[in-house]
């Protein structure tokens, strides 16, 4: 009875921790417009070439959003579940992400359940999915310029083919995301690629954080002198 009475307590805590995370994800304000991004992706993917497009897709988020972007961009390795891929971080926060993704070779896997709602755009080449729930045997193909949605914990067969390219913009709880690239580098025997993605993106989260910090200041300092 005590150990079932334990267990009971950690699912209500894990359950009241979840609807409060849930609650200030739907009431959070965001940097980052889903139309802007879906707009500036589109027109990335219109370009001739593929490091045209990444110029396109950087330049056209700069525009709008340069004070929270780092002033560096590297393409990094990352894992998600069975896809090995790399990612091109334009933005990288605790509740929103904007990046590129890419692979050489074509590739098959499941990146896991996220805590997140991302829309991508194909900027070069085909993506396949393929729902685990479905009853039947119908995949959904996307090719440059089409934009496919992942809703959170929806969970998808992903296959790409060689010299795939696509623009992600994202929202949710990304820590719990960060768990499935974590576990998939170790898994991988590539512990280092984490590091190493990570403390590049420091710049990223303290931009982020910064930028924050300063719009509630001067919200605050506006309701104190009255212009609010």
């Known amino acids: 009875m005590a150990l079932f009475s334990s267990k009971l307590r950690y699912l209500l805590a894990f359950y009241l921790a979840f609807q409060v995370i849930q609650f200030g994800l739907r009431w959070k304000s965001y940097d980052i417009s889903p139309k802007q991004f879906k707009t ?3 027109k990335a993917a219109d370009a001739p070439t593929i490091s045209q ?3 396109l897709l950087t330049s056209g988020m700069r525009t709008y959003y340069d004070p929270i972007m780092p002033r560096k961009i590297e393409w990094q390795p990352i894992q998600l579940g069975g896809l090995s891929l790399r990612i091109y971080p334009i933005l990288t926060s605790f509740t929103e992400f904007a990046a590129a993704f890419s692979t050489p070779f074509p590739i098959t896997g499941r990146p896991g359940f996220h805590w997140a709602n991302t829309t991508c755009t194909v900027l070069k080449g085909k993506v396949g ?4 729930d479905t009853q039947d ?3 959904d193909t996307f090719s440059s310029g089409m934009a496919f949605r992942h809703g959170q914990f929806e969970s ?5 083919e060689k010299d ?5 913009y994202g929202r949710g709880f990304l820590p719990f995301s960060s768990t499935v690239h974590v576990t ?3 898994s991988l025997g590539e512990p280092l690629s984490i590091v190493k993605f990570y403390i590049s993106q420091v710049q990223n989260y303290w931009n ?5 910090l300063h719009r509630v200041f001067l919200h605050y300092k506006a309701r104190a002198t009255g212009e609010l």
Not at 129 to 132: I, L, P, V
Not at 156 to 160: G, L, N
Not at 208 to 212: K, R
């Open 156 to 160: 998808y067969v992903y296959s790409f």
């Open 164 to 168: 795939t390219y696509i623009a992600c």
């Open 137 to 139: 045997e119908t995949s």
């Open 208 to 212: 982020n954080l910064s930028h924050t």
């Open 53 to 55: 497009s990444i110029s």
């Open 40 to 42: 500036v992706a589109g």
């Open 184 to 186: 998939s580098g170790i």
């Open 129 to 132: 999915r393929f729902a685990d």
